[in-house]
């Protein structure tokens, strides 16, 4: 059984002597701040059980930091969930005291990205954003670097050199996921369709470019038609599906690399049985779930946005707190998978 610790052994970490550690830890009178701080964090350190004065201290000791995020398509189920963990993952913190500012792009331009930072970046001390690839944005990340302000990319790499990490998934291996799929289901000659949001996203052109490498490596005889752009919006996607489905009454699979999939799942309701059409889709939502249910989706690869939150928070303290500490770079993010049977 471990030792538990003692007076001496708060003394010996701290440098202090037993008698003022015991006046601290009692609440006595003539001792300093100083000394209240080295035995509150040794105390934390070392698993010794604070009294309460000494743990309302040490919570007061802690650093405040302003934090900013945003991020874009408000009224989704996927942005709000995110949003939520950024708050929890802000509020679990015990060693620092975190004001966490979220803000929303009204559009997906690259205006609406650069004005919502700069925004956060007058009040807050980091920001982690999502964003489109525009010189703009890979701009506004050199500046805000050259102003000490650190710009954390989330679930798209778009602040190039300058920026102090992407958090998100691996989008190739995201997209040969999706190929490795779409090959097992079908194992024969098939014409396949992707849909991508648009050509500003880094991400999900490198979500195609896995799709397409995967199928043709291993699978051949599986024809990727053109990719079409839906723009991440449900209605662009539905009424895209649609004319797909009309045009390529044999098309035999469809692989949404963005958002906007709501809308592919309501159209293969309408216009195929359940199975007919593979449909792979991102991220898990109460949609993209009942698609699962149904069979109208045969696989979402999803985000694993608690520890990507987790995960930025970290990264994001110790580039304000701990500047000069050498980058470790972005952590390794495992994609979720969720078959009609995970439920």
Same mark, same amino acid.
């Given at each position: ?43 934390? !350190?070392?698993? %010794? ?9 040490? #919570?007061?000791? #802690? ?12 009224? !989704?189920?996927?942005?709000? @969930?995110?949003?939520?963990? =950024?708050?929890?993952? /802000? ?10 500012? =979220? ?8 205006? *609406? ?10 009040? /807050? ?86 799709? @397409?490498? %995967? ?10 038609? *053109? ?10 996607? %539905? ?13 035999? &699979? ?34 993209? !779930? ?18 990507? /939150? ?18 470790? &770079? ?7 998978? %969720? ?5």
């Amino acid at each position: 059984m471990a030792r538990k610790p003692t007076i001496a052994d708060l003394a010996k970490a701290t440098g202090l002597g037993a008698a003022t550690v015991d006046r601290v830890l009692n609440a006595r009178p003539n001792v300093s701040a100083r000394a209240r701080k080295r035995v509150a964090e040794a105390a934390h !350190q070392l698993g %010794y059980p604070l009294p309460k004065h000494l743990e309302d201290d040490r #919570r007061d000791m #802690r650093p405040d930091l302003s934090l900013g995020f945003v991020l874009h398509k408000k009224s !989704q189920h996927f942005y709000q @969930r995110f949003a939520h963990q =950024i708050e929890a993952a /802000c509020a679990a913190r015990h060693d620092t005291r975190i004001t966490c500012s =979220i803000r929303f792009s009204a559009s997906q331009s690259p205006e *609406d990205f650069t004005r919502e930072i700069r925004t956060l970046a007058d009040r /807050c001390q980091a920001i982690a954003a999502t964003g489109v690839n525009h010189v703009s944005l890979t701009n506004l990340s050199a500046e805000l670097a050259a102003r000490h302000i650190p710009l954390f990319s989330l679930l798209n790499d778009f602040t190039g050199a300058t920026g102090r990490g992407y958090f998100g998934l691996d989008n190739l291996k995201a997209g040969r996921t999706a190929g490795w799929m779409m090959a097992t289901r079908l194992q024969r000659p098939a014409k396949v369709a992707v849909f991508v949001g648009g050509t500003r996203w880094h991400g999900q052109a490198m979500r195609e470019t896995g799709f @397409r490498s %995967y199928l043709r490596e291993y699978a051949p005889s599986i024809d990727v038609l *053109d990719t079409a752009i839906n723009l991440e919006t449900r209605q662009l996607t %539905y009424e895209a599906t649609l004319d797909l489905l009309t045009r390529v009454p044999d098309l035999d &699979g469809l692989y949404v690399a963005g958002g906007g999939m709501e809308g592919a799942i309501a159209a293969l309701r309408e216009m195929r049985p359940s199975d007919k059409v593979t449909l792979i889709v991102n991220e898990l939502t109460p949609e993209s !779930q009942r698609g699962l249910s149904d069979r109208y989706v045969a696989m979402v690869i999803a985000t694993p946005l608690d520890h990507l /939150c987790s995960e930025l928070l970290d990264r994001m303290t110790a580039a304000i707190l701990r500047p000069d500490e050498p980058w470790r &770079g972005a952590p390794r993010l495992d994609q979720r998978i %969720y078959l009609p049977e995970s439920f």
